[in-house]
């Protein structure tokens, strides 16, 4: 049993470790958010919970000494049609955000993006397998 545990977090790896691309095509690693809380966001502008963008950017506000907040779009559940240029600008002007927007792409399936598939694995992450149910579901990394 230890030997497993070990094998384990032998092969985790660091979350700053893990690249992203924000939806501008500006790309870069979780290494800059070293030192405080990151909360990753699945979002979709036309799921039912969309106001969620706008109460994100409350929380950012108030936090963002301690607290990086990354939004990834996802059409993973049918409920983003937009393109990467599209959902900024309607995050931008809609809900004020600026917070992190990232590119959109998969958080579920064959071609999850980066962050999804070492969220989703306790091979990657060290901690547990998680699974990404639907739109907005929240990750706080400590």
């Keep these: 049993m230890i030997k497993l545990l070990s094998a384990a977090l032998f092969l985790a790896t660091s979350i700053y470790t893990v690249p992203y ?3 501008n095509g500006a790309t870069g690693t979780f290494a800059a958010f070293e030192g405080k809380k990151i909360l990753i966001v699945n979002i979709a502008t036309g ?3 969309v106001s969620q963008i706008g ?3 409350n929380l950012y506000q108030q936090y963002q000494d301690s607290l990086v907040v990354i939004a990834f779009p996802s059409n993973s559940f049918g409920n ?3 393109t990467n240029t599209e959902i900024r600008e309607t995050c931008e002007t809609v809900f004020n955000t600026s917070y ?3 590119q959109k792409g998969d958080v579920t399936g064959a071609n999850m993006i980066p962050v999804y598939q070492w969220l989703s694995s306790q091979a990657a992450n060290g901690v547990m397998n998680a699974v990404i149910k639907g739109d907005f579901q ?3 990394i400590d």
């Design 80 to 82: 983003e049609p937009k």
């Design 21 to 23: 691309t924000q939806s």
């Design 100 to 102: 992190i927007i990232a």
């Design 47 to 49: 799921s039912d919970k």
């Design 55 to 57: 109460q994100l950017q």
């Design 138 to 140: 929240k990750c706080l």
